[in-house]
């Protein structure tokens, strides 16, 4: 009697269970880690990631260590709406750029750019959070954008490290207004070594070193950080 109460407790199971989902199966699975999608990456960046005083050695190393196709542009002094006057200065502005990026066939962006924009702006937090609205305005909302934080060690003046704060701040406004932001946080990075800037505290020595592949990192990690 108790082998045919079984049987029958095995026979409804049977039923009312799909094949191959057994108990196990219906233990609720955790969320797989979201992919990026990102495989050609865009990084428009201005004299931290140049030649001469930024990490552009560095990043084309990390890039190349990818090895996945890529789309680089420079310039010191580049801005939203200025070309600067650097290696890549003939791409434009930091909006022009955008465009030349996606006919080149970017997935995605990393910007690198905003210590000259912080400066100009001195404070004015409303202009900041205008010129990132142009970005991502003309990125559009079906790439992913990471931008990194500037930051200095300058106490007074436009590249005081107060007018950087003020762009770090409409950063994190703007991933209220942006799904498609996410905010690096370059300010968060340790300092470890006395050489870590150069002489003006704006551009990096030893830093560069960091930065370069935490700019090409930013591409591949689905959050801000």
Same mark, same amino acid.
């Given at each position: 009697?108790?082998? !045919?109460? !079984?049987?029958? #407790?095995?026979?409804?199971?049977?039923?009312? =269970?799909?094949?191959?989902?057994?108990?196990?199966?219906? =233990?609720?699975?955790?969320?797989?880690?979201?992919?990026?999608?990102?495989?050609?990456?865009? #990084? #428009?960046?201005? *004299?931290?990631?140049?030649?001469?005083?930024?990490?552009?050695?560095?990043?084309?190393?990390?890039?190349?260590g990818r090895g996945i196709p890529y789309?680089?542009?420079?310039?010191?002094?580049?801005?939203?709406?200025? @070309?600067?006057?650097?290696?890549?200065?003939?791409?434009? *502005?930091?909006?022009?750029? =955008?465009?030349?990026?996606?006919?080149?066939?970017?997935?995605?962006?990393?910007?690198?750019?905003?210590?000259?924009?912080?400066?100009?702006?001195?404070?004015?937090?409303?202009?900041?959070?205008?010129?990132?609205?142009?970005?991502?305005?003309?990125?559009?909302?079906?790439?992913?954008?990471?931008?990194?934080? @500037?930051?200095?060690?300058?106490?007074?003046?436009?590249?005081?490290?107060?007018?950087?704060?003020?762009?770090?701040?409409?950063?994190?406004?703007?991933?209220?207004?942006?799904?498609?932001?996410?905010?690096?946080?370059?300010?968060?990075?340790?300092? !470890?070594?006395?050489?870590?800037?150069?002489?003006?505290?704006?551009?990096?020595?030893?830093?560069?070193?960091?930065?370069? @592949?935490? #700019? =090409?990192?930013?591409?591949?990690?689905?959050?801000?950080?």
């Amino acid at each position: 009697m108790k082998k !045919t109460a !079984t049987a029958v #407790i095995a026979a409804v199971i049977s039923v009312l =269970v799909p094949s191959g989902l057994g108990p196990a199966s219906l =233990v609720p699975k955790a969320a797989a880690a979201p992919e990026t999608h990102c495989t050609k990456p865009a #990084i #428009i960046g201005a *004299s931290s990631a140049d030649y001469g005083m930024g990490a552009r050695v560095e990043i084309l190393r990390s890039l190349k260590g990818r090895g996945i196709p890529y789309f680089l542009s420079t310039s010191a002094g580049r801005t939203v709406y200025r @070309p600067g006057h650097g290696t890549d200065r003939r791409h434009g *502005s930091g909006l022009h750029t =955008v465009d030349v990026a996606k006919q080149a066939g970017a997935t995605c962006f990393v910007i690198e750019f905003g210590a000259t924009e912080a400066a100009r702006a001195n404070g004015d937090r409303a202009r900041l959070a205008r010129a990132i609205d142009a970005m991502m305005t003309r990125i559009g909302p079906d790439y992913r954008v990471d931008w990194i934080t @500037p930051k200095t060690r300058v106490y007074s003046g436009p590249f005081s490290d107060r007018n950087m704060n003020a762009f770090r701040l409409e950063f994190s406004r703007a991933t209220r207004r942006y799904e498609n932001l996410d905010v690096n946080h370059w300010e968060r990075i340790p300092e !470890t070594t006395l050489l870590w800037w150069r002489p003006d505290f704006v551009h990096l020595q030893e830093g560069s070193k960091v930065r370069g @592949p935490y #700019i =090409v990192d930013s591409a591949f990690i689905n959050r801000s950080r």
